[in-house]
């Protein structure tokens, strides 16, 4: 059982949802097992879809605050000490922040210094097993001599494990697939259902083209905002509007529903509904792999091409057969997509089989809270428990 703490998290959206995503979806796990969190984040606003209530302090043990108050001294003279710091990404907290709370160690009145975190991005490859739990000493500022610890995500036990709710299982064996499809109006007559979470792959059109000439019928289903538009651009007429026109769209085999943004668990429960998902980025993955169903992933890309051994060690790390990885390369961009078959129920073993081998191991709040407790021991401080 970990002790129950005060923990601040800090968040700089730098580009889609990703970063507000995972540094929400740590935030309600922690407070959903009893700590009490604070999340300064810059741009909070993907949160009124993604958590309704969050903003306005209606989620319970979560306070949502704005990153510049956390550098306003009129703020800070008031502000109760956290015992655990969490940057999500190496985002910094603001100078002042830090000087108020490390400015007054050594004063008889001040408290211990918190456990800081430096949450990093999920990651297969082996460094994330070698640099998970370092320290980084602080060698400039006020937490000058202080320690920073690296808390690498991963896939193994050696790493900080993936987010995970403590109902996840059960609220997944509870879905009523029906029920969900029919709030979006949705009623199937034997088509294969698939999400499309994606960037701009330069296989979209080709495999929606695929899908609509296909003997067996397609039903898309994409969530609002980049992903809608890129299959919208694919489209004629009417559909190719912009965001909101509602209905089904059909081009042969292949029909598309449009969705609204959605709460996160919400997101969960349109991968759940599908037979296949398209995922990007980070926290979708993580979800797509905990839905079980067969996905392909779209990997953030990044400029000096570091995503490549990214991808690759990814599908290392799920054994992926040759037909999935194969879809993989293509979908991000490695291959000129000759060769590649989407093949979803071929790939549906080595899915099941990482899932249930990751849903063994303890996740990331479990681990991470296990860590503090340790860091605190080791400190001899023991931090302020509630
Ligand atoms: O949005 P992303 O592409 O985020 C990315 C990655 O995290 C990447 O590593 C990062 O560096 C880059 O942003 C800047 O994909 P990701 O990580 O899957 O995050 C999407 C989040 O949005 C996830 O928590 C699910 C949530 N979501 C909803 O809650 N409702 C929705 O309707 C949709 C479409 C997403």
Redesign the pocket.
């Known amino acids: 059982m970990a002790a129950l703490r005060s923990w601040d998290i800090f968040c700089r959206v730098?580009?889609?949802?990703?970063?507000i995503?995972v540094c929400w979806?740590l935030s309600a796990e922690l407070a959903s097992r009893g700590q009490r969190v604070r999340l300064w984040v810059d741009d909070p606003s993907p949160l009124s879809?993604?958590a309704p209530g969050a903003l306005e302090g209606r989620w319970p043990g979560v306070r949502v605050l704005p990153w510049s108050r956390s550098a306003d001294p009129s703020v800070l003279t008031g502000l109760e000490p956290a015992d655990v710091w969490v940057e999500g990404f190496g985002c910094e907290p603001e100078p002042a922040f830090v000087a108020h709370r490390f400015g007054g160690m050594g004063r008889s009145w001040a408290p211990p210094p918190p456990v800081w975190i430096n949450l990093e991005?999920l990651s297969a490859e082996r460094f994330a097993e070698r640099c998970h739990g370092l320290p980084s000493p602080l060698g400039q500022g006020p937490a000058k001599g202080h320690v920073r610890w690296f808390f690498y995500p991963g896939l193994t036990a050696a790493t900080g494990g993936l987010l995970r709710e403590t109902d996840l299982a059960a609220r997944r064996a509870a879905f009523d697939r029906a029920a969900w499809l029919a709030r979006w109006n949705i009623r199937l007559a034997g088509e294969q259902v698939v999400s499309m979470?994606c960037y701009e792959p330069a296989g979209l059109g080709p495999w929606m083209r695929e899908r609509s000439q296909d003997a067996r019928p397609t039903l898309l289903l994409v969530?609002?905002?980049r992903a809608s538009a890129a299959v919208r651009s694919h489209l004629g007429g009417s559909a190719r509007a912009t965001e909101g026109s509602p209905g089904r769209h059909t081009e042969g085999s292949l029909s598309i529903v449009f969705l609204p943004?959605?709460?996160?668990p919400d997101?969960d429960h349109l991968l759940w509904a599908c037979d296949a998902n398209f995922?990007?980025?980070?926290?979708?993955?993580v979800r797509a792999l905990w839905a079980g169903k067969p996905f392909v992933w779209q990997i953030?890309p990044q400029s000096d091409q570091a995503h490549q051994g990214k991808l690759a060690a990814m599908l290392d790390a799920w054994a992926a057969p040759a037909s999935w990885r194969e879809f993989h390369r293509a979908w991000n961009g490695l291959t000129d997509g000759n060769g590649a078959r989407w093949e979803p129920d071929r790939w549906a073993p080595a899915v099941e089989s990482v899932r249930s081998g990751l849903e063994a191991q303890p996740d990331l709040c479990q681990r991470l809270c296990a860590f503090v407790d340790r860091a605190f021991a080791a400190s001899g401080s023991g931090g302020k428990q509630s």
């Open positions: 730098i580009d889609n949802l990703g970063d995503g979806r879809s993604m991005y979470f969530p609002s905002g943004p959605l709460t996160q997101f995922v990007r980025g980070e926290d979708s993955l953030y």
